[in-house]
């Protein structure tokens, strides 16, 4: 426990750079899969071969993909760039299908009639298929905020500043605590961000948490007004 207290600093610091680092891919996988798994659901020749592709791209081992990343653009091999893009490739990889499948959980009776009453492909989107996709785009960013605040602890193995130094040193020294520190302060960094991610949803897909209490598995009229449908 001395341990602990007497580097209360450190664990602190790279908890704050392990917090910050994670936030940019889980945005950045998110807003860039809202686009590609909206085309791919309303394209359905090419949503199979998307899927398949952007799938696939999780399977890419981290190490050799942090290892290859500077070559390809053109950063320095501990530039914390590096492990920033390869977890936006993970997060969309997760997140792609995903939104696909928000996508296609919205009623089409909902669709054709927004389009029956005027709406333009544009207004269509944001007013009636982004916020009924909401939900499931919300379940969906919860899986990659934990994915992604796990999986940046392998850039400390390529000396990127993270929680994962915590593990490294820890191992090299066989001292428990310290690797116990780094798993206690991840966990906590998945669970501030989950509560987060959650309070959101709540804020923002008020509809959601209606529906839910009626369990009707119907989209009533009131549902449709307060995503804005009219």
């Known amino acids: 426990m001395n341990w602990l207290i007497q580097n209360a600093g450190q664990v602190w610091q790279l908890t704050l750079v392990h917090a910050g680092l994670s936030a940019v891919p889980i945005i950045l996988g998110f807003v860039l899969a809202i686009p590609i798994g909206w085309l791919t659901n309303r394209y359905r020749l090419s949503r199979g071969t998307v899927l398949t592709i952007v799938g696939l791209l999780y399977a890419v081992p981290s190490l050799p993909l942090i290892i290859v990343l500077p070559g390809i653009l053109g950063t320095r091999i501990l530039d914390p760039v590096n492990i920033v893009v390869a977890l936006t490739i993970y997060a969309i990889a997760i997140m792609v299908r995903t939104a696909s499948d928000a996508f296609a959980s919205v009623d089409v009776d909902v669709l054709l009639s927004a389009t029956a009453v005027g709406f333009s492909t544009w207004r269509r989107f944001w007013t009636v298929e982004l916020p009924l996709a909401g939900p499931v785009?919300?379940?969906?960013?919860?899986?990659?905020?934990?994915?992604?605040?796990?999986?940046?602890?392998?850039?400390?193995?390529?000396?990127?500043?993270?929680?994962?130094?915590?593990?490294?040193?820890?191992?090299?020294?066989?001292?428990?605590?310290?690797?116990?520190?780094?798993?206690?302060?991840?966990?906590?960094?998945?669970?501030?961000?989950?509560?987060?991610?959650?309070?959101?949803?709540?804020?923002?897909?008020?509809?959601?948490?209606?529906?839910?209490?009626?369990?009707t598995g119907v989209r009533t009229s009131s549902d449709l007004e307060a995503a804005g449908i009219s």
């Open 137 to 215: 785009l919300l379940s969906g960013i919860r899986v990659v905020s934990v994915s992604t605040i796990s999986l940046l602890t392998v850039g400390a193995v390529m000396g990127v500043t993270s929680l994962g130094y915590l593990f490294l040193d820890g191992f090299q020294r066989s001292f428990p605590l310290e690797i116990i520190t780094g798993i206690v302060a991840i966990i906590v960094i998945a669970v501030i961000f989950d509560a987060v991610l959650a309070l959101a949803g709540r804020l923002l897909l008020p509809w959601n948490r209606r529906t839910r209490s009626r369990r």
